[in-house]
């Protein structure tokens, strides 16, 4: 093994235990929410048909069928997906801080590594971004499960199936896992760049302290506007100069120039710069 | 084998005086093998670098003696051996009389009582020396 | 050879180092004399390229730092520099994982010497055991060079003592060892090389046994000669 | 490698997950309907030109409308385009489409109205109102004109300002053609004291410059209660060259009626204003009473398509006669016929018309009907049903309501 893929296992381990415990949180949270929702609607229909004798195609055409878009706009769904998010846009900061503090400062030792630091770089950037990917699959092996829980707690008459690709289609899931797998690509690129963007201009902050900030926030806005260089063109000329194919060619390679520009950035700033 | 240094003098020299009286002494007899510098500076807790030299100012000077890739030994040349007891003693005298120069005493006087001393004293260094 | 020539460093406006220069040779302890900040930490950083330097230059061997350096040199930091969660076998394996040059044996040979068990997470060691774990896992490098910044301060004096006989010991032998430290009196013996620091400028850098043997100095009277003028 | 697990477990079922998923949805046909031409008579290669356009609801979740393109080839519905196609915006193949893909340089930072455009085998033409900003103070719109040459692959461009720009506050292209070499531009043209106008400019293409001007009919508020409209009739070949443009203007009545009643008493006094571009001659004509209650699809030279339900009638504009009429194929009766809507294209001599109902359920005898006429002598070349392979899904709905011919 090579001290890069090391690197990246032992970044992972860092986090492994609080990433379980997401992971089980929302399997947790997002099944509970799927057997509430059930049992609610299921309850309803009990007391529509039993009390206020109801017919069963009465109900349904008041009350509409259960399907898993119910439980999709809940907070039981959606709620384990933001705190992921939220816990993962964390730790992209934090997979740096973490580093500098308290007495036991790691920094000494990734940085004493007799490896390149861009490795510490890269393995940090591949850790969180296998770890966004992981959620998602997590999120796409369970929502089969989650549905055919449904299926098991209300019956055939009550409720409208859904395939999975339906679910997702239907909800801001999408977002994570677009239609084709071009999107994915493209979408993943992006959050890609996005996170060697933040990763240096955390280092241009531990670099330069104060005045980093600084460098770092123009980083990110420099980064920004050459990125949409291609769109914000069309807004300053007042029309379409570009085929949408030929947008979608540029800003591509914007993305790949701003990436790289981000690594070699992040790179100089590991082995001329930072500061422990 | 403890050692107390002081500060001001070099640090091997005090190593090679700590031999000497130990030979002078007794402690290390002719021939005897002596610890590796390595092992002497432990002991010593003296960098290794000063165990080095002081083991090479007494080879110089015939203190030891070293064959191939055996350990040191201790020299086995009667000369030298007596040449270091005598520097010792003379050393001693010297330190002695600089000291009692001072209080103004004769010599006579002196030496009845370096002698009526050494009688006394003889059983308990003896005892010590066991 | 360690050559550090002319380094000027600055945190914000304050001028740390205003031009240092000494040299560290292979086989000697070096020791960086000085109080509480005066850039002696920050001198064994920029060494390890832990910190830019704002001019000058340093070489190990005739060259700049570079990744293979580590394998070459090490630093062994005032405090531990393994996450605490860790267990000593999980640190150790770590270093094992990552260097060349780490000698398990040797490793394994310093935790007897130090009577510590392997299974223990560093997080619940006492201080004087975190210290001598954190000497372990430079120790057990087989590098050419040991930058070791205050390995005394704050730990128990059995622990000094057990520390200090590393110095006599093989384990430094033959290598090159800068030594900071604010406080002489626990390795006066042990140092070949002195280098006086003060305000970022070093006052003096001396061979101590030619000190003494030239001018019948200690290490002590150099000191409150050159810092009390 | 054990102790790599955390590693090695999080890139499988990456992998695995994400791969699986992907390779699933494209391979499964997403349960989409596959919509069939059943013919009941005619020729099957008639339906070659003909392109439906749907709307597919599942009502699944939100967000899930999405269009869908049949042909005699296939199904295609807008999520099962690549990406790449979807955002190259090549779903519905229309004219200026084509006009992209063969002439890219060309087209490249033009307006995406077809009404800009006009094509012969030899020109392509281009004129559109630049700068026009409703808010700004001053008015800085300008023609931006463009004519290329096909054989010499040579393209002419430039920008002139509108002629008393000041006085207009918007200004929309309606028509381009070139006619003896001088680029002709109709325009809608919306006036700063609320007025519209129909406007003509002549743009001399060698020099660059605007070589005449003239207003072909005005629009606006007539006194107190009286409101006219003018428009430009849809022609099929807007594209391409032609020697007239038709307008029909109305005047309304303007009452103070609740909004549906006012749109049942529109089509009062319609007449319509021939405008020949090569001569610049007007001529006003007034359809007969009979044709007032019927829309007007389409013209073709001077010559108005007139339909209801039942039939399409030309009506000759010159000579102001009708000159044929012509039945629709009959239809179901009872109140079915209530939700029936008939869309109808002519094209080449050839009438398409498709009938579908609001909520048909695209099984046999309930399903959109599409016939395929001979334009002039009405004789039915295809006719035939539209209809799901499957059943579509009781919480999904699909319409056909367009229909495009190649």
């Known amino acids: 093994m090579n001290r890069f893929v090391k690197l990246v296992n032992f970044e992972l381990s860092r986090f492994m235990k609080i990433y379980l415990v997401l992971v089980a949180m929302t399997v947790v949270v997002q099944v509970t929410g799927v057997i509430v929702k059930a049992n609610k609607y299921m309850s309803k229909a009990n007391t529509a048909i039993y009390e206020e004798m109801l017919s069963r195609t009465e109900f349904i055409e008041r009350y509409g069928q259960m399907g898993f878009m119910d439980v999709t706009r809940s907070l039981w769904f959606m709620g384990p997906i933001a705190i992921c998010t939220a816990a993962l846009i964390f730790y992209v900061f934090m997979i740096w801080y973490r580093d ?7 920094i000494y030792r990734l940085l004493m590594l007799p490896t390149a630091r861009l490795n510490v770089y890269l393995s940090k950037l591949l850790s969180i971004f296998l770890m966004v990917l992981g959620l998602v699959s997590v999120q796409l092996i369970i929502l089969p499960l989650e549905n055919s829980v449904l299926k098991w707690l209300v019956p055939t008459d009550f409720r409208s199936d859904m395939t999975v690709s339906q679910i997702i289609n239907g909800n801001p899931l999408s977002m994570l896992v677009p239609q084709t797998f071009t999107e994915f690509v493209l979408y993943y690129g992006a959050g890609f760049m996005a996170l060697t963007i933040v990763f240096t201009a955390i280092l241009f902050e531990r670099s330069f302290k104060w005045k980093g900030i600084i460098a770092g926030i123009g980083y990110v806005a420099i980064s920004v506007v050459i990125f949409i260089l291609p769109v914000l063109s069309m807004f300053i000329v007042g029309r379409a100069y570009l085929y949408p194919l030929e947008i979608l060619g540029l800003e591509t390679a914007m993305g790949i120039i701003v990436t790289v520009m981000s690594i070699w950035v992040g790179n100089y700033l590991l082995n001329k710069k930072i500061t422990v | 084998m403890n050692v107390h240094f002081n500060k001001r003098d070099p ?22 093998e002596i610890p590796s510098r390595r092992e002497l500076a432990g002991r010593l807790k003296i960098n290794p670098n000063t165990a080095q030299r002081a083991y090479k100012e007494m080879e110089e000077a015939g203190l030891i003696y ?50 009526e001393k050494f009688e006394t004293d003889k059983d308990t260094r003896g005892y010590g020396n066991d | 050879m360690i050559e550090v020539k002319d380094v000027k460093k600055k945190f914000g406006r304050k001028h740390v180092l205003k031009g240092v220069s000494f040299t560290a040779n292979k086989g000697e302890i070096t020791c960086v004399i000085g109080i509480n900040g005066v850039g002696k930490t920050t001198i064994l950083n920029t060494i390890m390229n832990l910190t830019p330097l704002n001019s000058g230059q340093i070489l190990i061997d005739g060259e700049k730092i570079n990744k293979h350096s580590y394998e070459k040199i090490t630093f062994i930091p005032d405090a531990i520099t393994m996450l605490p969660s860790m267990t000593i076998r999980e640190a150790m394996q770590f270093m094992d994982d990552f260097y060349d040059s780490w000698n398990q044996e040797r490793a394994t040979e310093l935790l007897g010497f130090f009577k510590l068990k392997e299974t223990e ?30 390995p005394f301060s704050g730990i128990d004096m059995f622990s000094r003592e057990q520390i200090a006989d590393v110095f006599t010991s093989h384990l430094v032998e033959d290598r090159g060892v800068i030594i900071t430290t604010h406080e002489i009196s626990d390795i006066e013996h042990l140092i070949d090389k002195s280098v006086l620091l003060d305000n970022g400028v070093v006052l003096k850098e001396f061979n101590t046994e030619d000190m003494r043997e030239t001018e019948g100095k200690s290490i002590v009277d150099v000191m409150r000669e050159v810092y009390q003028q | 490698m054990k102790r790599y697990w955390k590693l090695m477990a999080i890139i499988t079922v990456v992998v695995l997950t994400v791969g699986t998923f992907y390779i699933q949805s494209s391979l499964s046909a997403n349960g989409y309907p596959e919509i069939l031409f059943k013919k009941i008579s005619g020729d099957k290669n008639e339906l070659d030109p003909v392109v439906l356009d749907g709307l597919y609801r599942s009502e699944c979740g939100t967000n899930v409308d999405e269009r869908v393109k049949v042909t005699a080839e296939g199904t295609t519905y807008e999520r099962e385009q690549s990406f790449l196609e979807r955002i190259s915006g090549s779903f519905f193949g229309n004219n200026l489409q084509e006009l992209k893909e063969k002439h890219r340089g060309f087209m490249r930072g033009k307006s995406g109205r077809a009404s800009s455009f006009y094509e012969t085998d030899s020109t392509l033409a281009y004129a559109a109102v630049n700068n026009q900003s409703a808010r700004a103070p001053k008015s800085d719109m300008e023609f931006d004109v463009a004519v290329m040459d096909k054989e010499k692959d040579e393209t002419t461009s430039f920008t002139v300002p509108v002629p008393n720009r000041a006085m207009y506050v918007q200004a929309w292209v309606e028509d381009v053609q070139i006619i003896d070499g001088e680029l002709k531009v109709i325009t809608q043209n919306y006036l700063r004291d609320g007025g519209e106008e129909k406007h003509m400019y002549r743009v001399d293409i060698s020099n660059k410059e605007i070589s005449g001007e003239e207003t072909i009919a005005m629009a606006g508020n007539q006194g107190e209660n009286a409101y006219s409209r003018v428009h430009l009739l849809a022609s099929p070949d ?3 060259a032609h020697s007239y443009v038709i307008f029909s203007t109305t005047k309304e009545a303007r009452k103070q009626e609740p909004d549906n009643a006012q749109m049942k008493a529109k089509k009062r006094n319609q007449k319509f204003i021939v405008y020949n571009l090569k001569t610049g001659e007007q001529n006003f004509a007034k359809a007969p009473d009979s044709l007032t209650d019927k829309d007007v699809f389409m013209y073709k030279q001077t010559t108005l398509y007139f339909r209801d339900n039942q039939h399409v009638i030309k009506y000759n504009t010159e000579t102001d006669e009708i000159i044929d009429k012509l039945e629709l194929p009959a239809q179901d009766e009872g109140d079915k016929q209530k939700d029936r809507q008939t869309t109808v294209e002519i094209v080449d001599g050839k009438m398409y018309m498709l009938q579908s109902q609001v909520e048909s359920s695209l099984v046999p005898g309930n399903a959109p009907v599409l016939t395929i006429m001979d334009a002039d002598s009405g004789d039915v070349l295809y006719k035939g049903e539209i209809v799901s392979e499957k059943p579509i899904d009781n919480n999904a709905s699909l319409d056909i309501y367009g229909l495009l011919i190649k």
């Open chain 3, 121 to 150: 997470k560093i997080n619940n060691l006492s201080k004087g055991n975190r210290a001598k774990i954190n000497l372990l896992l430079g120790l057990a490098l087989d590098v050419d060079y040991l930058l070791m910044d205050e």
């Open chain 2, 66 to 115: 070293t064959e191939r890739n055996l350990p040191s030994r201790i020299t086995k040349d009667e000369k030298v051996l007596r040449a270091v007891r005598e520097e010792l003693i003379d050393e001693a005298v010297d330190a002695f009389v600089h000291s009692i120069r001072s209080i103004n005493v004769s010599a006579d006087d002196v030496l009845d009582r370096v002698k």
């Open chain 4, 238 to 240: 807007r594209i391409g």
């Open chain 1, 100 to 106: 500098w503090f308290g007495k036991n400062t790691f």
């Open chain 2, 11 to 32: 640090v091997y020299v005090q190593v090679i005086r700590h031999f000497k009286e130990q030979i002078a002494t007794g402690v290390f007899e002719p021939g005897q």
